[in-house]
């Protein structure tokens, strides 16, 4: 029997509102977020990178020794160096980068370092002096070698891998030699003295090509002007 008095009908309706207040409150945006039309959370973005992991680190010797490219020209090939001090002390030079070819295989190969390349090409050959590079101050140095085959009955030599270290007795790094060492049967590889790098002159990609003989002056007059 539904009762008509007034103040019971109150009592209930009040009863009734009360509790949609605590339902209503207790759901949160959280509660339909992805429903409804609500957009649902952002994924996740990936963090960015340190920046130390996108540089190189300074090996312990406080160098780093990398190439700056090659260029071939009938036969002559010429590989740019460069050594960087990476440290924070100063670092000395007297000589010449001593340098290992290794075959596919990571074996080395057996040649016969030229120091100054004087039996290679020429322009290369003056002699070491003392380099002090100050903490970013960089060193170069060209390799030479020709692909020069001499004798059909001797194989000919294809170096794969070479490194570099900045003087006997010291670590040596491996560097990108710009395609095979394609050394024919000579035998040999040359290279350059270390020499200072100018600071104001940015790092080379390619080495400077050796120089080109001189033109044989000709033997023919020029026209006369007043003809």
């Known amino acids: 029997m539904i009762s008509r008095d007034p ?26 977020r992805g429903q409804g039309g609500d957009p649902p959370y952002p994924p ?6 340190s920046p ?21 020209a ?11 001090n990476c440290g924070d002390q100063p670092y000395q030079l007297n000589g010449y980068p001593v340098l290992h070819v290794f075959d596919e295989q990571r074996e080395p190969i057996m040649l016969r370092v030229v120091n100054g390349a004087k039996e290679i090409t020429m322009g290369f050959d003056q002699p070491p002096r003392k380099v002090t590079l100050a ?21 000919a030599t294809n170096g794969e891998y070479l ?23 000579t035998g040999r590889i040359g290279v350059s ?20 003989p001189s033109a044989v002056p000709s033997s023919v007059s020029p026209p006369d002007g007043r003809l």
């Open 7 to 32: 103040a019971a009908w109150r009592r209930i309706s009040a009863t009734v509102a009360t509790a949609l207040v605590l339902v209503l409150g207790g759901c949160t945006s959280d509660d339909h």
């Open 193 to 212: 003295a270390w020499k200072k790098a100018d600071p104001s002159t940015p790092a080379p990609t390619r080495p400077a090509p050796p120089p080109a």
């Open 135 to 155: 903490a970013g101050e960089r060193a170069t140095a060209v390799v030479l070698w020709r692909n020069l085959v001499t004798d059909s009955t001797v194989v």
């Open 74 to 84: 009938m036969g002559l090939r010429a590989l740019g160096i460069e050594l960087i």
């Open 44 to 49: 996740p973005t990936a963090p960015s990178p």
């Open 163 to 185: 490194t570099v270290a900045p003087a006997a007795g010291q670590p040596a790094e491996e560097v990108d030699p710009d395609g095979p060492i394609d050394l024919g049967n």
């Open 52 to 72: 130390s992991a996108t540089v190189d680190p300074c090996p312990a010797s406080g160098v780093q020794i990398r190439s700056t490219g090659g260029d071939a």
